[in-house]
């Protein structure tokens, strides 16, 4: 319920603009860019800019600003953002232009899911190099096995598995382990690290993380290591996980803290820089999954953090 009606008629007003229904319509569905809004609404930034910074001061969207980029969703800080939920409800979806601005939104999107598979399948196989420049991997792990003791982990799933190191990690004392990525050439590397250190009893197949392919409450852990830096939907992909583990089952998520090393971006297809605990905490909560605890790992020049939570009942 909207507490006061200023409130509401300033996002009335921010809202009711032709471009900046749009860009309400465009949000509605997950962060963007401001680059990519300019990009799909065929607009140039400064005016792109100018809509944004209306809708962001009448609290209709939050900003998540990143190195050199500025991301965009419907705010969740403030009552603006729920009269756009509601107002988005009403959007005639049959538009034509915004149809067009869907078609052009996946478009962008598939060329960013593409840059992001040559990525991986250019670096499949130096991939584990990678991973050491980024942080002392051995003390990661540690605390990996300490919040989830291999005994306790029952059947695990390693979403976005890529060489396979997580399941490797596991191989005494999970029931079964299942590794989902969709990158063949990373599986490639997968199978032969797993079969070449005597992990014939785990399993990995290709899939997507958005949609993946197991029944609901079908394991005890879930990890999702190092991947979604790289997606434009992270809160997508882990209610996809909550769906898939049991009830009281534990999921943990290993990624980086904020930072500014926008390199990481242009050379190495990270679409985020990092996320603050309050944003994954919210991920986590909407995913029904209850924090048990959040745990920072310093490095530098990045830091790991690592969030474990547990399937409410
Ligand atoms: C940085 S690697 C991390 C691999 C592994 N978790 C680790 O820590 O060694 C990220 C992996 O996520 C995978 N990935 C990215 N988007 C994905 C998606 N939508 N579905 C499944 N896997 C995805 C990539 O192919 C890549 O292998």
Redesign the pocket.
């Known amino acids: 319920m909207i507490k006061k009606l200023d409130t509401l008629i300033d996002a009335l007003k921010a809202i009711a603009e032709p471009t900046r229904i749009r860009i309400l319509a465009l949000c509605r569905t997950g962060e963007l860019s401001v680059n990519e809004l300019c990009d799909i609404l065929g607009q140039s930034q400064p005016r792109i800019s100018r809509h944004l910074k209306l809708l962001v001061d009448a609290g209709v969207l939050e900003k998540i600003p990143e190195g050199n980029s500025v991301f965009h969703k419907l705010s969740k800080l403030s009552e603006g953002g729920e009269i756009a939920k509601q107002i988005s409800a009403l959007l005639p979806e049959s538009d034509e232009a915004l149809l067009k601005d869907n078609e052009r939104r996946k478009l962008i999107k598939d060329e960013r ?1 593409n840059n ?2 040559a990525y ?1 399948r250019d670096n ?1 196989a130096r ?2 190099t990678l ?1 050491a420049m980024h942080v002392d991997e051995t003390e990661v792990e540690n605390l990996i096995l300490k919040l989830v003791p291999p005994e306790q982990s029952g059947d695990l799933l ?9 399941l490797e990690l596991y191989a005494d004392g999970a029931k079964s382990r299942e590794g ?4 063949k050439s ?1 599986l490639a590397i997968a199978r032969s690290n797993l079969e070449n250190s005597g992990n014939q009893n785990c399993h990995v197949r290709q ?4 949609q993946l392919p197991y029944a609901d409450n079908s394991f005890d852990t879930v ?5 979604l830096h ?2 434009d939907d992270p809160a997508r ?1 882990v209610a996809e996980a909550s769906r898939v583990l049991r009830a009281g089952g534990k999921i943990l998520i ?1 990624d980086f803290a904020p930072h500014d090393i926008e390199k990481l971006r242009s050379e190495h297809a990270h679409r985020r820089l990092g996320f603050p605990p309050s944003e994954v905490n919210d991920w986590l909560i909407a995913a029904n999954l209850k924090i048990l605890k959040m745990q920072d790992l310093i490095g530098d020049p990045l830091t790991v953090s690592l969030w474990f939570a547990e399937k409410s009942i």
């Open positions: 899911a992001a598979a991986f499949a991939w584990d991973r390693d979403i976005g598995t890529g060489t396979g190191r997580m989902i990525d969709q990158s990373m899939g997507d993380m958005y990890l999702i290591h190092q991947v790289f997606t992909a290993v």
